[in-house]
């Protein structure tokens, strides 16, 4: 499979969960700031998340290990964060636990929410259009 078809292809599934989790967060916030509280509060569920992190992550990087000066190295950028954050509930739990509850801030919660919505929009809007059809 060509780079840039991965490349395309990642941005499209990516963009899509993206931009529809973040728009779940925003419309039910309260509901997902009480579900998180409860999944930071089990340990087998920061464990188990952070061994699908690691798989998503090492999927990613390992297919779209892409550094380039242009989009898709925000392809990469997300499989590595995925990878870190997988290692990180594994090896540091009590230490990402306190750091996301520290971000669920009112502030906090609503301006990560709205950058991952950002980076859906614009992912979904590389993966199906014609962008890249022109040599981007």
Same mark, same amino acid.
């Given at each position: 499979? =060509?780079?840039? =078809? %991965? *490349?395309? #292809? +990642?941005?499209? %599934?990516?963009?899509? #969960?993206?931009?529809?989790? /973040? +728009?779940?967060?925003?419309?039910?916030?309260?509901? @997902?700031?009480? !579900?998180?509280?409860?999944? !930071?509060?089990?340990?087998?569920?920061?464990?188990? /998340?952070?061994?699908?992190?690691?798989? +998503?992550?090492?999927?990613?990087?390992?297919? @779209?290990?892409?550094?380039? /000066?242009?989009?898709?190295? !925000?392809?990469? !950028?997300?499989?590595?964060? $995925?990878?870190?954050?997988? %290692?990180?509930?594994?090896? #540091?739990? &009590? *230490?990402?636990?306190?750091?996301?509850?520290?971000?669920?801030? &009112?502030?906090?919660?609503?301006?990560?929410?709205? $950058?991952?919505? +950002?980076?859906?929009?614009?992912?979904?809007?590389?993966?199906?259009?014609?962008? @890249?059809?022109?040599?981007?």
């Amino acid at each position: 499979m =060509c780079d840039s =078809c %991965v *490349s395309i #292809f +990642l941005a499209k %599934v990516i963009g899509v #969960f993206l931009f529809l989790i /973040s +728009l779940g967060m925003l419309i039910h916030q309260q509901r @997902h700031v009480k !579900l998180m509280n409860e999944f !930071l509060g089990s340990p087998s569920l920061v464990n188990f /998340s952070g061994v699908i992190g690691i798989i +998503l992550g090492l999927l990613i990087v390992g297919f @779209h290990n892409v550094w380039v /000066s242009g989009w898709p190295v !925000l392809i990469t !950028l997300i499989g590595w964060l $995925i990878l870190f954050q997988g %290692v990180w509930r594994i090896f #540091f739990p &009590d *230490s990402y636990a306190r750091t996301i509850k520290n971000m669920m801030t &009112d502030v906090g919660y609503i301006i990560w929410s709205w $950058i991952w919505l +950002l980076i859906g929009i614009f992912l979904i809007w590389l993966g199906f259009s014609d962008y @890249h059809a022109i040599g981007n």
